[in-house]
């Protein structure tokens, strides 16, 4: 049975995710979440989409709860719905995940991922549910005929939110390409850009059910790079398959990350009296040229395990104003309740016009150290706690690098992979260090 991961539960579409299986869990999200308010369900443009939809609707309203569909729409339009309207939410998507994957990540009333607390209680439903297996835990997936009028609603308000997230301000003669992955901001992207006053190229913006992500997106950042040179373009931003990640693209075609892209917004914002707590908050991957980048800025860096879950809960904790990940899973607190693809290259995008600097040089505001991440598959997932030979291997690493670079070892929260990331002077001296962990780990557990 799936359990949840950093961002939800997700695995194959067909095995992992079966109807049986996700009946369960709509009841389970109901027991836990409550009925007051209509349960919102919403996914990207995968094929077994609409069917994941019916089962987890059909779970919820064996729950108790009622249902409104919202049809494709991306992870933060999702989140947008729900705390307008403080109601709870699904979005099905397996985010950058190839297309036969799929998942569901829950929204509390308020637009607000789940904490570890509540996920935990859903799954203790789903194991008691499993353990009966009796007469009221069997699957009957009743179609769903809701009016399309819902989804073009959902859809609508939240474009009109991100227009607003500019406080008036126009793109007007800025030269722009987006890479929508084939996926749930298909039909937003151009609207969106071309609504505020920008000359707007979209790609891979016609999505078939197979081929979200599929050498597009963030994941793939060639076919974007070249446009935008090609094009002439100012800057380029590619999104992934639920649209709640954004990378960049400079004028001169190099990818602009999402650390790179984090500073450029936090000291755009500290610029403007607009970054609450003056303070990043970001995970353990951040690179090192961030916390430098920040340092010589004036601003605080706050650190936080992996997931934007965990960036999320320091904002709210902290009462911090913008954090995210080096992926590009970025949160503008006061705009959103989760990343937002659509608003980060919205926000840059103003950057560059108020300013009148180029991409290139709001990239340049951090220097990036070489980083190397190796993923090790594993036979089983290891209790890395009492790892004592693996930890000792990583002292002795991060002995030779000294202050001069750092070592990170995680396991996924996705997948029976061991990641290995470390940070150096140079590339080479990188690619050494975490070659030698990443045997240790392979011999360990291989």
């Known amino acids: 049975m799936l359990r949840f991961g950093t ?7 067909e095995s992992a995710l079966s109807n049986e299986y996700v009946v369960a869990l709509g009841r389970s999200a109901a027991a836990v979440l409550g009925t007051s308010a ?13 069917r994941i939809a019916r089962a987890l609707a059909s779970g919820l309203r064996d729950g108790g709860a009622t249902t409104e569909m919202l049809g494709v729409l991306s992870t933060p339009g999702i989140a947008f719905e ?12 397996a985010s950058h995940n190839r297309w036969s994957d799929n998942g569901i990540k829950f929204f509390s009333p308020g637009g607000v991922k789940l904490g570890d607390g509540a996920q935990r209680e859903i799954e203790r439903h789903l194991d008691e549910a499993a353990a009966r297996r009796d007469a009221s835990s069997q699957v009957v997936v009743s179609e769903i005929d809701e009016p399309r009028s819902v989804a073009d609603t959902a859809s609508r308000r939240y474009l009109e939110h991100l227009v607003q997230s500019l406080d008036g301000g126009r793109l007007d003669g800025l030269r722009v390409v987006i890479d929508a992955a084939h996926g749930a901001a298909s039909a937003l992207a151009e609207p969106l850009f071309t609504a505020l006053g920008a000359t707007t190229t979209v790609l891979h913006a016609t999505p078939n059910g197979t081929n979200i992500n599929d050498g597009c997106g963030s994941t793939h950042m060639e ?3 070249d446009a935008v040179v090609k094009l002439g373009a100012d800057v380029g931003f590619a999104l992934d398959g639920d649209a709640d990640r954004c990378l960049g693209v400079d004028e001169l075609g190099n990818v602009i990350d999402g650390d ?5 917004l936090a000291i755009d914002m500290k610029r403007r009296g607009q970054l609450d707590g003056n303070s990043l908050v970001v995970t353990v991957l951040s690179n090192l040229g961030l916390h430098i980048a920040m340092r010589d800025a004036g601003i605080s860096v706050v650190e936080t395990p992996v997931g934007d879950r965990s960036v999320m809960a320091a ?17 503008v607190r006061r705009r959103a309740t989760t990343g937002d693809g659509l608003l980060t290259a919205l926000l840059l995008s103003d950057v560059l016009r108020r300013t009148r600097m180029l991409a290139s040089e709001a990239k340049a505001q951090m220097v990036a150290l070489p980083q190397v ?25 991060e002995t030779s690098l000294g202050t001069d670079g750092r070592v ?26 975490a070659e030698r962990l990443a045997r240790t780990v392979s011999a360990m557990w291989a």
Request: charged residues 20%.
């Open 408 to 433: 990170l070892v995680r396991a996924s929260g996705t997948e029976p992979l061991i990641r290995v990331m470390v940070e150096a002077p140079t590339s080479q001296v990188a690619r050494e260090c």
């Open 7 to 13: 961002d939800g539960v997700r695995g194959d579409a």
């Open 223 to 225: 076919s974007l790079c």
């Open 315 to 331: 904002i709210e904790a902290g009462g911090f104003g913008l954090g995210g990940e080096q992926s590009g899973h970025i949160i």
């Open 373 to 397: 991440m190796m993923n090790v598959v594993v036979s089983s997932m290891p209790d890395l706690a009492v790892a004592d030979r693996l930890w000792a291997e990583v002292a002795a690493v």
């Open 260 to 264: 790179e892209l984090m500073v450029a």
């Open 82 to 93: 729900s705390q307008l309207r403080a109601a709870p939410a699904a979005v099905i998507s």
């Open 38 to 50: 209509p349960f919102l369900v919403g996914m990207d443009t995968r094929i077994s989409g609409p």
